[in-house]
């Protein structure tokens, strides 16, 4: 099992900078493939992005590319998202959630993960 929590969000203006971490505790040499996910209210959950754990390939949805960086710090087990130049459609809740499958081109987006995190808010105005 693993416990993922979340934490750094909360508001921002436009074009300013946010960043999101993500720790992991439990049985944290289950997973390959840890993503950052949101949501907003009325809409289906959005891969942001997503990198390999065991290396450094990182994935990125075509609405935060450029803007957005996925790094990781295995020392202690976190993942960062590093959000800039924000926009208010980047308004959200941001989960986090790891795999035991590998991250690839094909499915990083797809919310198909083991564990999720309780989410963090995201509000850029």
């Known amino acids: 099992h693993v416990q993922l929590v979340e934490s750094g969000g909360g508001s921002v203006r436009p074009g300013g900078s946010l960043r999101l971490s993500c720790t992991a505790s439990?049985?944290?040499?289950?997973?390959?493939?840890m993503g950052w996910f949101r949501q907003a209210p009325g809409k289906e959950r959005e891969g942001v992005a997503a990198i390999h754990t065991g290396g450094s390939s990182t994935y990125y949805g075509d609405a935060v590319k450029g803007r957005f960086t996925i790094s990781q710090e295995k020392s202690n087990n976190t993942v960062y998202l590093t959000m800039n130049s924000a926009k208010p459609e980047d308004t959200a809740m941001y989960y986090c959630?790891?795999?035991?499958?590998?991250?690839?081109?094909?499915?990083?987006?797809?919310?198909?993960?083991?564990?999720w995190g309780q989410g963090t808010q995201v509000t850029v105005s």
């Open positions: 439990g049985d944290t040499f289950s997973f390959n493939c």
């Open positions: 959630a790891v795999k035991a499958y590998f991250c690839n081109s094909g499915s990083w987006s797809s919310p198909v993960y083991d564990f």
